[in-house]
């Protein structure tokens, strides 16, 4: 048997480029943050997950092209607990995948390299080769390809905020308009403060280019992301709805709490 604890990430870039085979080019910096989904595996001869309550479920999908890819006569039982928020933009699902993945890479002692479990978790997903080394990098081409940074990032307190809804991250896509204007600059400086701790340059650089899509789809979304944006600086993460706020002071915590009504989701974490 085997236990993980699959955590999530946010985005602090993410520049959404033109199409290309069906997919918009990105560049997108991820970081991995303190909440987690809890995954136990156990060896089994079919491959499925225990109670099972979400339809085509990632990890079962994760764990037949693994057991496929090292022609394991094999299966395996996942049991999942599950603690991050769904359709939130903090991909619950492919950090499951990924760590479903890294696993069962231990449970049938296969000993594979980072680029074979990176190879197999690109055929799952686009934010699932980042789960696998799970440290802050730029990932690029459609997101599967990993460029972790070379330096150790600084562990920032981060305020998550994401309402009741879901968004469909295929229909925040189909909603963006390219806007052709480079972002490298905001990436080199998000780096920059990353490597040198430096907060305001890390605040004064986070970006989302699917920001406006999000906020169009979302009338609620929208609603609550002005009325936050009054008292406090509110960055969204991925193709949301979740939004959070870095190093929130005790007096905006305070007035967080009177702000969000009992039905949002809202908690504190930290980046790893």
Known sequence: MVELYANAKINLALEVMEEKDG??????????????????????????????????????????????????NGGVKITLEKNIPMAAGLAGGSTDAAFVIKGLNELYNVNASIDELEKIAALIGSDVPFFIRNKAALCTNRGEIIHPFDFDTPKIKVYLIKPQIGLSTKAVYQNYIYDNISKLDKINNIKKALANNDLKLLKDNIFNDLNKSSLSISKE????????????????????????????????????????SNDIYHCLCYTI
């Open 221 to 260: 979304l929208n609603n609550l992301y002005e009325s936050l944006s009054k008292n406090h600086k509110v960055f969204i993460s991925g193709s949301g709805p979740t939004m959070y706020i870095l190093e929130p002071t005790d007096e905006e915590l305070k007035l967080l709490e009177k702000e969000l």
């Open 23 to 72: 997919y918009h080019q990105v560049n997108n910096i991820m970081i991995p943050i303190s909440i987690y989904d809890k995954l136990t595996l156990e060896f089994d001869n079919d491959i499925y997950v225990a109670d099972d309550k979400i339809e085509n479920n990632i990890c079962v999908k994760a764990a037949k092209e693994f057991i496929s890819y090292f022609n394991i």
